[in-house]
């Protein structure tokens, strides 16, 4: 014969009550950070490569890609983004570094409480990426 527990229900919902929301805010800062740092990489391939081409000025590629950040999703506040440019040296070829720069508020996971409210962060993503301008003609 099995006995009826009266309140275990209610005391596995308030403690589900607590967790889950914690653990949702968790997971959607992890993958918003995951896809931030996914669309800088991005970014910065293709400036490298642009500027690799030398058929591209500084300025066109610094637009393109603030045309990139501006379309798709998440939507990114283009007054966070920093762009920057080097010429560097790719073994004998000489090349092109483009880095990336974004400056995101986030959630401080470290601080997660349900009671107190979740302190936010801000938190610097920077991506670089490297092409050489090696000629094919």
Not at 75 to 100: L, Y
Request: hydrophobic share 45%; charged share 20%; net charge positive.
């Amino acid at each position: 014969m099995m006995r009826k527990k009266k309140g275990q229900a209610f005391a596995e919902f308030v403690i589900a009550l607590i967790v889950l929301p914690l653990f949702l805010t968790g997971t959607i800062t992890i993958a918003r950070m995951f896809i931030v740092n996914m669309r800088l990489h991005q970014a910065a391939r293709h400036g490298a490569f642009l500027m690799a081409t030398r058929r591209v000025t500084w300025t066109n590629t610094r637009d393109e890609i603030m045309k990139y950040f501006m379309q798709g999703n998440p939507k990114f506040n283009t007054s966070n983004i920093t762009i920057t440019h080097r010429n560097v040296k790719v073994g004998n070829i000489a090349g092109d570094e483009v880095t990336v720069n974004y400056r995101l508020r986030i959630f401080d996971l470290s601080k997660l409480s349900f009671w107190k409210g979740t302190p936010k962060i801000e938190k610097r993503f920077t991506q670089s990426a490297v092409c050489g301008r090696a000629s094919l003609y």
